[in-house]
Structure formats: structure tokens, C-alpha cells
């Protein structure tokens, strides 16, 4: 079993940064092994409450730097990240459990959130001049206003992806940032910002904060100026409420279900290729991970087949280099939620195709990446997310039949579509109630797409991360409206009744030119 890389020295001078005056620590555990990685600070409702002052100081002066400034140094940060490649992988692992290549997603995806925000925010953020509605005689302008600082509060399974898609365009846009890390993603995050310290971010202006969601997370969003949360759809809620009573804004990432239906027209062992990591993609801990799929009864057989196959080839174990397909799941609270819903899925007549089982010959925390059929709605994995290595898979018929299924849930966060026909995949794609999906991949495809939104419907969440909606979050736009003089507006009712039908006039005129 290997041991982890990082050097103690390392970890010590990145908790340091961790704002903590209330002397406690809490274990943090190294899923590889079991054994014990760190003992990380704990932070109290002081401690936010004083980050807070301290980033609003800050965010004075981050404001006043103008976009030029921001932009050179968050594209310095984009080139230290690259440099850190081999050290980010290296926390990534130690504390997720995740392979070497899904830890350099995790990379990849963070300079390219970076990089994006850091040349897009001039011009999302510029602002400008808008059409009045009389033209000439009233002139009418946009700006946007840094909303202060935002509390961002992200969980540990996607420590280095999720917190760069808050915290950085927050950065872009002016703002400030206190960060409740969660404690088995923290050193993840404090080594991605170390890279934005050192690129030239001042140190208060991105504080990052740890210890019990309970206590210091609800002062985190008591004290934000704008709330970024990603979790559980029930916490989401508690979040939102509390935010609610202050009246901040919030966005909001939850859970999913995510459905894939592959159509009849595939090759099926390509499909059963694409499909795997769609589903077992950093054990499944992975809020888009697919969890049900839905394969047309044509290629049903040789699908699940197929499916089976590549799934039993995976190889599992622990390595910090790219011998390895699969890693562990992250804690024993994980592992025994995914063994819950197997078993319960089993009791109830449901069958394993592959895996369904724990491996702890080979770490504390490993479970086979699982295929189930006959799962029904008696079950609790048929709705409920499992968040593990399990995919149900069903047959249907028609295409309807497919997508009534696949839209049946609470959730409506990913979904995806496999087809060989661009099409007949896009009409498809066109009826799923999802904020994103994928057309012959699982989830990458928009996960990756720092340009374009990302986000969920229904009971997956509120608003959107990256592209320009990503920005606009962290700003309040103002409308600065001018009479030019040039006619003087009405005043009484002789100056309505001489200027009414000039103004119809130049309405029709405006509709005719096709100006809006």
C-alpha cells in the first residue's frame, strides 16, 4: 500500500493558512490507507467572522485594481498551476482516493477555469451603453459592481475543480472570498490557492476556513455578501433559507441522478467503452456521475454485455502514478452507504452483474464498481442518489418511453444521450430535464466547457457556474440613466397630449428599423 508523498513540512506550512484560533484539530484520514494524513485546524464562528473583515479590506483595494491588474495575475496563477501539476495530483490523491488521471482532471479542469475567467471578465463586466427609450433625448448605461465578498462552501470529492469554479471567477470579478473547506479536501484547496498567493492575490483576500458544516458554515453564509454551495440537496436548502433572510444571492450545485440512454443505433462496444467512465469516474463520487441507464431493447443484450465486460476489466488499486484505472471511495461513511443500497437493491430482487462487493485486500475503502438490472422503484437506489460506483441498468422500447423514464426524478442536474445518429440524439436531448447533457459522453463534454453554464434543474440546484453566468453571480449591475436635454420630457398633461403622437410615431419607426 503507498504511502503518501507529500512532505509533513508541506502540509504544516499549508494548514498554517488556515485561520484558527480555537486550538482544536480534527484527524483527517488517508482513504489509500486508512491511516492517518494530517491533523487539520479547526476554525470557529470568530474566525470566519474575522476573515471576513479581513477580506472586505482587502476586496477594497482588489476592486480598485481594475480588470488589467486581475487578469495578469490570475493568468500567473493559470501558469503556476501547470507548474504544480505533479504536487496538486499528489494532494488530490492523498486525500480523495482518486487515481492519478482523475486527479489530473482535477488540474486541468482549474487552469482552464482560470485561463477562462481571467480573459473573459473585461468583456462580460465592462458594461456599456443601452438603448433608452427615446432615443437622443435620454442616454442609458450599465456598469457592474463588485458584490464584496462571497462565502463559498465546497465538499471534498472535487476539491481543486469546484472550489477554482467559485472562488476564481469571484476573483475576476472584483470580489473577495472566505472559503469553508470541507476537512478531507482542505490541503487541495490550500495548495490551489498557494499557487494564486504567490501568483500575486493578496493572502486575506481569498481566506479559507475549516471545521463542523454545522457551526462555521452557517457563519459563513451569515456574513456572505453572495453564497456558493455545493452538497446535498437537503443542506442545500438549509443554506438557501438562511441566505434568504438576509437577502443574498445564491448558486447553488446539488445532488443527481443522472440518466444515460443509449439509443439502438450504436455500436455497443463502443457505447459499453464510453459508458464506464461515465459512471465510475472517481468511484461515482461525482454529483453528474451516471447512475441509471436506459438501453434500447435492440441492443440491450450485447450492450450490457459489453458493459459487463469493460466493467470487470477495470483495474482498482492505489498508486500515485497512471497504473490504475480505479481508486477507493473516500471514507467508511461512503463505503458503507454504497454496500446499504446494494444490499438493499439485492434484498429486494435486483441483480449484480459485476462487482458488489468490497475489495479490502486492497485498502480500507475499496468497492468494486457495480452493474445492477432489475432494479425498481422498492428500492433505494432506484431515486435516491447513491453517489458510489452503482449504475442500474433498464430496457425500453421507444424513445418516449426513454425519456418519461429518464425525466421521472427529482434531480435534473446531467444527463446523456448515445447515438450514432447527431439527430436523433439532439431531439432526444432536447425533451431531458437537465441543466447539462452530453451527446456520446458521460459527463466531460460540459464539465470541461468553462465557457458555457453550468448548473441544475429542479431539485439539482439554483443558478450557474462558469461561462459569462459564472461571472455576472458576483456582481450587481447598475443602470445610470441621463436626460440629455436636447427635448424637455413631460411634464403635465399639455406636454403628454403634445408629445403622444410624436411618440407613437417613433415607436412604429423603431418597429419598422427593427430596433428593440
Known amino acids: 500500500m503507498p504511502a503518501s508523498p507529500l512532505d509533513p513540512a508541506v502540509i504544516t506550512n499549508l494548514t498554517r493558512s488556515i485561520r484558527s484560533t480555537t486550538g482544536a484539530t480534527v484527524t483527517v484520514i488517508a482513504p489509500f490507507t486508512g491511516e492517518v494524513l494530517h491533523e487539520l485546524p479547526v476554525s470557529g464562528v470568530t474566525d470566519v467572522q474575522e476573515s471576513y473583515a479581513q477580506a472586505r479590506l482587502a476586496q477594497l483595494a ?12 490570475l493568468l500567473r496563477a493559470h501558469d503556476l498551476i501547470l507548474e ?10 492523498a486525500e480523495t482516493g482518486k487515481t492519478r488521471g482523475q486527479a489530473f482532471e482535477e488540474v486541468f479542469q482549474a487552469a482552464g477555469v482560470t485561463r477562462f475567467n481571467a480573459l473573459a471578465a473585461r468583456g462580460v463586466l465592462r458594461g456599456g451603453r443601452r438603448r433608452s427609450a427615446i432615443p437622443l433625448v435620454i442616454t442609458a448605461a450599465v456598469s457592474y459592481r463588485p458584490k464584496g465578498v462571497a462565502g463559498v462552501i465546497t465538499p471534498w470529492n472535487y476539491p481543486l475543480s469546484l472550489a477554482a469554479m467559485d472562488v476564481v471567477p469571484a476573483l475576476a470579478a472584483g470580489c473577495g472570498v472566505v472559503q469553508k473547506a470541507d476537512d478531507q479536501g482542505a490541503l487541495s484547496i490550500l495548495s490551489l490557492r498557494q499557487a494564486f498567493i504567490d501568483a500575486g492575490v493578496p493572502e486575506q483576500l481569498w481566506a479559507v476556513v475549516a471545521g463542523d ?9 451569515e456574513e456572505a455578501d453572495y453564497v456558493c454551495f455545493t452538497g446535498s440537496t437537503a443542506t442545500g436548502k438549509r443554506v438557501a433559507a438562511q441566505a434568504a433572510g438576509n437577502l443574498t444571492g445564491v448558486s447553488l450545485e446539488l445532488g443527481g441522478k443522472n440518466p444515460l440512454i443509449v439509443l439502438d443505433d450504436v455500436d455497443p462496444a463502443r457505447a459499453a467503452a464510453d459508458a464506464a467512465p461515465a459512471c465510475f469516474t472517481a468511484m461515482g463520487q461525482l454529483c453528474v456521475s451516471i447512475e441509471r441507464i436506459f438501453v434500447q431493447r435492440g441492443v440491450a443484450d450485447a450492450f450490457l454485455r459489453e458493459f459487463v465486460a469493460v466493467t470487470r476489466s477495470l483495474k482498482l488499486g492505489a498508486a500515485y502514478d497512471y497504473s490504475t484505472d480505479v481508486g477507493c471511495l473516500t471514507s467508511q ?10 444490499a ?79 439527430r436523433r440524439a439532439l431531439r432526444v436531448s432536447g425533451a431531458l430535464e437537465a441543466g447539462s447533457v452530453n451527446i456520446n459522453e458521460g459527463y466531460r463534454g460540459s464539465f470541461s466547457s468553462v465557457a458555457a453554464p453550468m448548473g441544475g434543474l429542479k431539485q439539482s440546484g439554483l443558478g450557474r457556474r462558469n461561462g459569462p453566468e459564472g461571472l455576472l453571480r458576483f456582481v450587481d449591475a447598475i443602470t445610470i440613466a441621463r436626460a440629455t436635454g436636447l427635448i424637455p420630457l ?15 410615431l417613433l415607436a412604429a419607426v423603431l418597429k419598422g428599423i427593427r430596433r428593440r
Request: with cysteine; hydrophobic share 45%.
Open 62 to 73: 482588489w476592486a480598485r485594481a481594475g480588470f488589467a491588474r486581475r487578469r495578469a495575475i
Open 84 to 93: 504544480r501539476t505533479g504536487l496538486l495530483q499528489d494532494t488530490v490523491q
Open 213 to 221: 458544516g454545522a457551526e462555521i458554515g452557517g457563519a459563513v453564509t
Open 333 to 342: 461513511a461512503q463505503l458503507d452507504r454504497v454496500s446499504a443500497q446494494v
Open 344 to 422: 438493499d437493491a439485492v434484498a429486494l430482487g435486483a441483480t449484480i452483474e459485476v462487482g458488489g462487493r468490497a475489495r479490502p485486500d486492497l485498502g480500507p475503502f475499496f468497492y468494486e464498481p457495480t452493474v445492477l438490472t432489475g432494479v425498481t422503484a422498492t428500492m433505494e437506489c432506484f431515486a435516491g442518489e447513491t453517489f458510489g460506483p452503482v449504475v442500474a441498468v433498464t430496457v425500453f422500447d421507444s424513445e418516449q418511453e426513454a425519456i418519461l423514464a429518464a425525466n421521472d426524478s427529482d434531480y435534473g442536474l446531467n444527463a446523456s444521450v448515445f447515438s450514432g445518429s447527431v
Open 490 to 504: 413631460p411634464r403635465s398633461g399639455r406636454d403628454f397630449e403634445r408629445l403622444a403622437a410624436p411618440m407613437l
